[in-house]
């Protein structure tokens, strides 16, 4: 309703405008004609029927000499006079209320007057804001036979029309501004009224939820559309609460499936690592090896930290809502990445510190799996490369400590980027992505972030920040 009354506004208020522009354009020419008609009749009786001279071109001067003076101020416009070759021969110059003509008729105009087949044009000008109509005929003696050229000018003067149109403007404005006024108090009380009933229906779908007990909505008056409404909400509410026991007994069950399987993930990832690094020392084992006490101290420490991040993980389960504990310590970020990195033997995994030490307030055991699952993934993305490069940069920033994993891999695919983090996701054949969802909460525990840019073909740079303290 309110569009209503503003768009009919508007557009009577451009009708309006234009409307007036075209009344005044027809005035200001059927003026002119009027005035035009006159003069002409009166130069015509002057060379008729007044004058003592004889009737030709070069006596047009001496013919007009003081009553082209008088003819102007009564007709209220500028009169000029030129010979047939557009020279000018007299005009009203002294008439301080037009515009004093030019000395010569452009040439073009002269054309144009010769071939225009009632010998009279128009033309329409406009200097310095003012706008000037002038008309260009031919002045014939008593015989018909053309002794001159008569140029008469006339100023429109539109200010009383303009001031005219701004009162209308103004007291059409008040008009419209009152019937918007009124049209937005109607518009209020009856969309008040019509509404009343659905907001209080949507008021009470506002207050809906699942985990709580819903009240039905009890009206007394209201429409039969609205009564429909309301007995559909009403039997919404009775469904939703039989799906809320269902949903609930459904989440419970499937967040312990989901527990075992994370379980079951984290116990399996130091496995692998665990079992290169047996095989390696198999296979490099050398009795006569005079370092070998030392070497077997390194395997055996690797084995006993994965061992640990395994029965971590055990005792975790048994307390769901715990997991994964936080056991905060004051460690050396560079040396606990460094033991993490120990188990992949790969030639390919660089590790490049920034600094020789780098303290934090920190849980050693979760600091392990978030870098070895990192690596690990970066490990699998490289196995198709001919030269395969895994980089691990630890970093301090200010208050964080920045740690990257990149590598020259496959890439992820622009089209899978979003679920990187999502539960059960995962781009591998084996396994069952719950290793990145596992290592981002560790990082989110401790307000840290994790994030990574990937390209296709390029590699992955995966960048997890932690707060030192």
């Not at 087949?117 to 002045?139: F, V």
């Not at 979003?418 to 596992?438: C, Q």
Request: net charge neutral; proline share 3%; glycine share 2%.
């Amino acid at each position: 309703m309110i569009l209503l009354v503003l768009l009919a506004s508007i557009l009577i208020l451009v009708v309006t405008l234009y409307q007036y522009e075209e009344q005044t354009k027809d005035y200001n020419i059927q003026r002119f004609e009027r005035k035009e008609a006159i003069t002409k009749q009166t130069i015509e009786l002057e060379l008729k029927n007044k004058t003592t001279y004889p009737v030709n071109t070069e006596n047009l001067p001496k013919i007009f000499k003081e009553r082209i003076y008088e003819i102007s101020s009564i007709n209220k416009l500028n009169i000029s006079i030129y010979d047939l070759n557009g020279k000018l021969l007299k005009n009203s110059m002294a008439s301080a209320f037009e515009k004093v003509n030019t000395d010569l008729i452009p040439e073009h105009v002269l054309i144009e007057l010769i071939q225009n087949s009632n010998h009279r044009i128009l033309k329409n000008s406009q200097e310095e804001g003012i706008s000037y109509q002038s008309s260009y005929t031919y002045i014939n003696d008593p015989k018909f036979k053309r002794i001159g050229i008569l140029k008469l000018q006339f100023t429109q003067d539109n200010s009383e029309i303009k001031y005219e149109l701004r009162k209308f403007i103004s007291k059409l404005s008040l008009v419209y501004l009152l019937m918007f006024v009124i049209a937005i108090s109607l518009a209020y009380f009856l969309s008040s009224y019509i509404t009343r009933s659905i907001k209080k229906v949507s008021d009470k779908m506002h207050q809906t939820r699942l985990n709580k007990r819903n009240e039905k909505i009890l009206l007394t008056e209201a429409s039969s559309e609205i009564d429909t409404l309301v007995s559909a909400y009403n039997n919404m509410i009775d469904e939703l609460q039989e799906s809320a026991v269902k949903l609930a007994k459904s989440e419970r069950e499937q967040a312990w499936r989901e527990m075992a399987k994370q379980v079951a993930h984290e116990i399996k990832n130091p496995l692998t690592p665990m079992r290169l690094s047996v095989q390696s020392f198999e296979q490099k084992f050398n009795p006569e090896d005079p370092n070998i006490r030392e070497k077997l101290a390194d395997y055996s420490q690797t084995l006993i930290q994965q061992i640990d991040v395994m029965s971590s993980i055990s005792s975790a389960f048994s307390d769901f809502a715990k997991m994964p504990t936080q056991n905060k310590e004051k460690i050396d970020v560079i040396s606990v990445v460094k033991l993490a990195l120990d188990i992949f033997n790969e030639d390919s995994v660089k590790f490049l510190p920034k600094e020789k030490e780098l303290f934090a307030n920190l849980d050693k055991t979760q600091l392990i799996r978030i870098v070895t699952n990192l690596v690990k993934n970066a490990s699998q993305a490289t196995e198709n490369q001919a030269n395969p490069l895994i980089e691990v940069k630890v970093i301090s920033e200010g208050n964080d400590i920045k740690i990257t994993i990149s590598d020259n891999g496959k890439g992820i695919y622009e089209e899978v980027k979003d679920l990187i983090f999502e539960p059960k996701f995962t781009t591998k054949t084996s396994g069952m992505g719950l290793g990145l969802p596992m290592i981002k909460n560790i990082i989110e525990a401790y307000d840290g972030t994790i994030s990574f840019s990937s390209k296709e073909g390029i590699g992955t740079v995966f960048t997890v920040i932690l707060p030192k303290t």
